[in-house]
């Protein structure tokens, strides 16, 4: 098993900064790739990005492309989503997902998942 604790998220004005933070425990060898997803109220659940454990593979939804970067501290066990210039949509639940293997796409089917972070961009 794979426990997934996010941190980090609040109230942020427009054009403002965010850096969120999903604590990684368990299986952590097991992991092949970690994700963040997003989901608004009355809004279905949303790729935002993806990284591979080993840091070799990045991909972003193009909502968030130049506005976002995930990363990952292997030592810390720990994957940060840095957001910048936030807008008012940008406003959901975050939340971090774990893989322990790539079935061809890094925007669906993950094993894990972290009970979220509220972000809000006020306008």
């Known amino acids: 098993q794979v426990q997934l604790i996010e941190s980090g998220g609040g109230l942020v004005q427009a054009g403002g900064s965010l850096s969120l933070s999903c604590a990684v425990s368990g299986l952590t060898f097991s992991i092949y790739g970690m994700g963040w997803f997003r989901q608004a109220p009355g809004k279905e659940r949303e790729f935002v990005a993806a990284?591979?454990?080993?840091?070799?593979?990045?991909q972003y939804a193009d909502s968030v492309k130049g506005r976002f970067t995930i990363s990952r501290d292997i030592a810390k066990n720990t994957v940060y989503l840095q957001m910048n210039s936030l807008k008012p949509e940008d406003t959901a639940v975050y939340l971090c997902a774990a893989k322990t293997r790539y079935r061809g796409t890094w925007s669906a089917e993950y094993d894990y998942w972290g009970q979220g972070t509220q972000v809000t961009v006020s306008s």
């Open positions: 990284i591979s454990w080993s840091g070799a593979s990045l």
